[in-house]
Each structure stands twice: as structure tokens, then as C-alpha cells.
């Protein structure tokens, strides 16, 4: 069992079950196992998932389209943001 995903706990073969269940994009599978949702939001697991998809799919890697990116839900001050 090869763990993917560190922050989710999602292995390889729980993404490549989903991908022969239908779920064809990187956004796909975050959407349905949380693969690049946890802290790293993806920098440890990203290019490991579109691999795999590319591998599974049969197409060049260069035709995966990376997650979209959400801002942090967490505000904060605009004075953390001012170098002081």
C-alpha cells in the first residue's frame, strides 16, 4: 500500500479505484477523496496524482489540468500582511 496523499491518507490504488470508477480530472478526485485538500494543499501529492492519471488515462501528462486553488478560509489582520 503506497500512501499518496500524506495530509488525506489516500493511496495509490484508492485513486486509481476512482479513476476506473469515472473520476477522470484532478479536480474529480479532490472533489471525491480530498487528494491536495489537506495542509499542504497538494505540494507533497500533486504531481504524484497527475502521473497516475496520466499513467491510468493513457494520455501525456501534460494534459492534466491541476486543481483550482481555494484562498485560505481563515482570515487574518491586514497587519500580519505589513512588514514592519
Known amino acids: 500500500m503506497k500512501i499518496i496523499c500524506r495530509c488525506e491518507d489516500v493511496t495509490e490504488e484508492e485513486i486509481i479505484e476512482k479513476i476506473h470508477e469515472g473520476y477522470h480530472s484532478m479536480d474529480d478526485l479532490k472533489r471525491i477523496i ?16 497527475a502521473k497516475i492519471l496520466a499513467r491510468e488515462l493513457g494520455i501525456p501528462i501534460e494534459q492534466i489540468v491541476q486543481p483550482t486553488y481555494r484562498p485560505p478560509t481563515k482570515p487574518i489582520p491586514i497587519s500580519a500582511t505589513v512588514n514592519k
Open 34 to 49: 480530498r487528494v491536495t485538500m489537506g495542509l499542504c494543499q497538494g505540494k507533497g501529492c500533486r504531481k504524484h496524482i
